[in-house]
């Protein structure tokens, strides 16, 4: 498999194809730059608690002199941010789907328009569901699994228990890695061919076991890409933070020009790359589905293959 011509092909595909960043950008949005905040070395708190210390210790005294307004706020807010992500969660599924089919269609040289993909990509809203709750089981469990013998080993010798973690890390790895890929290609599975549910999860596990060394290799390019892009992102997150840190120590209105000018600037860069950055990837694992299956062609079951058999007779 010519992997550099899959990342070639993944990158065409999304240049080319602008108006699927839309799709992307819902796509990546559970974890692309939503996650920047955690990996800021200080945390935004401390950048901004610099800032002007006599601003927090304000909001501090109002939150304690008002606490039934307090309290609704606080509500408020958290029921904004959890039906916040729910749209997000719902939206990503629906336009994972609807990338992967659109990625397909351009393939097939046939055509598409946003509207449709997004039609597509609603279809298998319920199956996609369904499917993220079975992996999200299974991830749990194996959390569990490899957690629960260092923790009992911690209780019984202490510290030297943390040694389990030599063993128990590598064996996540690979969990990941199997887990994954297989979700990755049961996803595609579902679109590419309408498979049922588990009749997918079972080819993509054969699609993983088939393929072992080049479902590796993609897993270790992708691995290698996400650190690069989070860098990335950490070194973007600081060129607009550095400037509002330098203008705050000179003056409050040098603060507000700084924020009013570098927070818009700022959602418009990170919302173009993280559309760029959710199609790409999903591109290039749809374009890997589809090599896999040129390797390995789909066969219907037994049962699809009979009313197929009875249709045309």
Same mark, same amino acid.
């Given at each position: 498999m010519d992997y550099g011509n899959l990342l070639s092909r993944a990158f065409n595909i999304s240049?080319?194809?602008k108006i699927l960043w839309v799709l992307g950008f819902f796509?990546?949005?559970?974890g692309t730059f939503g996650g920047i905040h955690d990996r #800021? $070395?200080?945390g935004a708190e401390r950048w901004f608690g610099r800032i002007n210390p006599d601003l927090s210790d304000a909001v501090v005294e109002w939150f304690e002199f008002n606490p039934e307004i307090s309290i609704a706020l606080v509500i408020l807010v958290i029921g904004l941010v959890l039906l916040l992500a729910l749209f997000f969660f719902v939206m990503s599924l629906i336009c994972i789907a609807g990338l992967i089919d659109g990625v397909i269609r351009i393939e097939? @040289?046939?055509g598409y328009t946003l509207k449709k993909l997004f039609k597509s990509g609603a279809s298998y809203f319920w199956r996609y569901l369904a499917l993220f709750f079975i992996f999200f089981a299974i991830g749990v469990t194996t959390i569990l699994i490899l957690i629960t013998p260092v923790i009992l080993a911690v209780i019984a010798v202490g510290g030297i228990g943390l040694i389990l973690l030599i063993f128990i &890390? $590598? &064996?996540g790895i690979a969990a990941v890695f199997f887990f994954g890929n297989i979700y990755s290609l049961t996803q595609r599975e579902i679109v590419a061919n309408q498979t049922p549910i588990f009749t997918a999860i079972g080819e993509g596990y054969r699609l993983l076991i088939r393929?072992?060394? $080049? @479902? &590796?290799?993609?897993? &270790?390019i992708n691995t290698f890409l996400w650190i690069a892009i989070v860098i990335a992102g950490l070194i973007l997150v600081a060129i607009f933070v550095a400037p509002i840190v330098i203008l705050a120590a000179l003056s409050k209105s040098f603060l507000i020009l700084a924020l009013v000018i570098g927070i818009p600037l700022f959602i418009v860069v990170a919302v173009i790359l993280e559309g760029f950055l959710g199609t790409f990837f999903n591109t290039l694992m749809t374009l890997f589905y589809l090599e896999l299956r040129k #390797?390995?062609?789909?066969e219907a079951p037994a049962a699809a293959r009979a009313d197929m058999a009875a249709g045309q007779a």
């Open positions: 240049w080319k194809h796509a990546a949005s559970m #800021l $070395p200080d097939g @040289n046939q &890390i $590598p &064996i393929h072992v060394g $080049p @479902n &590796i290799i993609i897993f &270790i #390797l390995t062609p789909f």
